[in-house]
């Protein structure tokens, strides 16, 4: 997935990188780190996944706003 792209087309949307994790269940801080390719954990240097919650959650919320499904 292109979870930069997917919260990019959101913020575009209208709404604030706040307002995606309120409806994820996830920090705003999270949000943005996924915006920006930046999260990864440093002790081992490999890029964790995205959880099924807050993904799913993403998708949806795209597929609701953006593509207007």
Known sequence: MDWPQII?????????????????????????QVKNNYYSDKKIKAKRAVSFEVGASLLELHKKVVLNK
């Open 8 to 32: 990019q087309d959101l913020q575009n949307a209208g709404y604030s990188q706040k307002q995606i994790a309120e409806i994820c269940g996830c920090s705003q801080g999270f949000i943005s």
